[in-house]
């Protein structure tokens, strides 16, 4: 006679399912913002998470370790902020003609104005010299490292397994990384019940662009020119990180005018640009110039013209 039968047996572990609901596609974000998702188990097993970002399209990923929450009564450490070397005060000629090297729309412009036919012999060295610690300056931002790795304990103190969080959301600080155009994942670990054979799973988010720096206007002031007709020429470049949304000017406060670069679109990262005043009246005036970025970044300056 069979009393009884005792079968033991280990489920099959099924995968876990994510979804990212922060951002969406086409956001601009600046300084902190909240990543979010959304995580369920089949097997009601215990969720943890990891996020990562990358800024090459997927290629290479980094670890976002700053959680929202930290765990009962510690907190956390300040973050590092390295410090980025100061910008040459004077043009370095090694440094001019590497940045002119990797970027042929700066050599395009500097030898445009190298070539200006309006400008007397001392105009135009005072507005290359100008040019040229532009140019420095701007492949001293772009040859930085990169913001070392955290050392070991040094991140944010995590409650479930080192990088690991329970929650559902994650702040991300975007002044720690460059402005650009960024993918953010998050990978989904049902290890915590399942050591031995855990299972994961990803979502990975539509571009979202990171924008923390605001664009650089400059107008070479000693290559304004007035001529015989009362107009004023002015000639400057434009430099932003992210797409430049459009420019105007206006003088002595008067209406907006659109400001268009030299190629006729706000399509690059150098975009330089010349404008032509209407006829102005004898004396002293003001040019007022206003770039916009599109993450709404507004960059102005203001230009004195003197008409004899």
């Given at each position: 006679?069979?009393?009884?039968?005792?079968?033991?047996?280990?489920?099959?572990?099924?995968?876990?399912?994510?979804?990212?609901?922060?951002?969406?596609?086409?956001?601009?974000?600046?300084?902190?913002?909240?990543?979010?998702?959304?995580?369920?188990?089949?097997?009601?097993?215990?969720?943890?998470?990891?996020?990562?970002?990358?800024?090459?399209?997927?290629?290479?990923?980094?670890?976002?370790?700053?959680?929202?929450?930290?765990?009962?009564?510690?907190?956390?450490?300040?973050?590092?902020?390295?410090?980025?070397?100061?910008?040459?005060?004077?043009?370095?000629?090694?440094?001019?003609?590497?940045?002119?090297?990797?970027?042929?729309?700066?050599?395009?412009?500097?030898?445009?104005?190298?070539?200006?036919?309006?400008?007397?012999?001392?105009?135009?060295?005072?507005?290359?010299?100008?040019?040229?610690?532009?140019?420095?300056?701007?492949?001293?931002?772009?040859?930085?490292?990169?913001?070392?790795?955290?050392?070991?304990?040094?991140?944010?103190?995590?409650?479930?397994?080192?990088?690991?969080?329970?929650?559902?959301?994650?702040?991300?600080?975007?002044?720690?990384?460059?402005?650009?155009?960024?993918?953010?994942?998050?990978?989904?670990?049902?290890?915590?019940?399942?050591?031995?054979?855990?299972?994961?799973?990803?979502?990975?988010?539509?571009?979202?662009?990171?924008?923390?720096?605001?664009?650089?206007?400059?107008?070479?002031?000693?290559?304004?020119?007035?001529?015989?007709?009362?107009?004023?020429?002015?000639?400057?470049?434009?430099?932003?990180?992210?797409?430049?949304?459009?420019?105007?000017?206006?003088?002595?406060?008067?209406?907006?005018?659109?400001?268009?670069?030299?190629d006729g679109i706000w399509d690059g990262r150098f975009e330089p640009w010349s404008l032509t005043t209407p006829?102005?009246?004898?004396?002293?005036?003001?040019?007022?110039?206003?770039?916009?970025?599109?993450?709404?970044?507004?960059?102005?300056?203001?230009?004195?013209?003197?008409?004899?």
């Open positions: 006679m069979l009393r009884q039968v005792v079968i033991s047996y280990l489920p099959r572990n099924r995968p876990p399912t994510v979804a990212l609901s922060t951002p969406t596609a086409g956001e601009f974000w600046r300084g902190k913002h909240e990543i979010k998702w959304t995580g369920s188990d089949p097997d009601k097993d215990t969720l943890t998470y990891q996020v990562f970002s990358s800024s090459d399209n997927g290629e290479t990923w980094t670890r976002i370790g700053d959680r929202i929450q930290s765990p009962p009564g510690s907190a956390p450490p300040p973050p590092h902020r390295p410090v980025a070397p100061s910008p040459p005060s004077a043009a370095d000629p090694q440094a001019v003609a590497h940045a002119l090297a990797e970027n042929p729309v700066l050599a395009q412009f500097r030898a445009d104005l190298a070539a200006t036919p309006d400008l007397s012999e001392e105009d135009r060295q005072q507005a290359l010299q100008q040019a040229d610690e532009l140019i420095a300056r701007l492949g001293s931002e772009n040859n930085r490292p990169p913001n070392p790795p955290a050392a070991a304990g040094a991140a944010a103190p995590a409650a479930h397994g080192e990088g690991n969080t329970r929650e559902s959301s994650l702040r991300w600080d975007t002044t720690q990384v460059p402005d650009g155009t960024y993918l953010l994942k998050v990978v989904a670990s049902d290890r915590a019940s399942n050591p031995i054979d855990p299972l994961t799973a990803e979502a990975i988010s539509d571009p979202v662009v990171v924008a923390n720096q605001p664009p650089h206007l400059v107008c070479f002031t000693h290559a304004v020119k007035t001529g015989a007709d009362r107009k004023a020429l002015v000639a400057g470049i434009a430099e932003g990180r992210i797409p430049i949304q459009g420019a105007q000017y206006r003088i002595d406060g008067g209406d907006w005018t659109a400001l268009v670069p030299s006829a102005l009246s004898a004396g002293p005036h003001q040019l007022e110039l206003k770039l916009v970025d599109a993450a709404g970044y507004v960059t102005t300056q203001m230009v004195p013209i003197a008409v004899p």
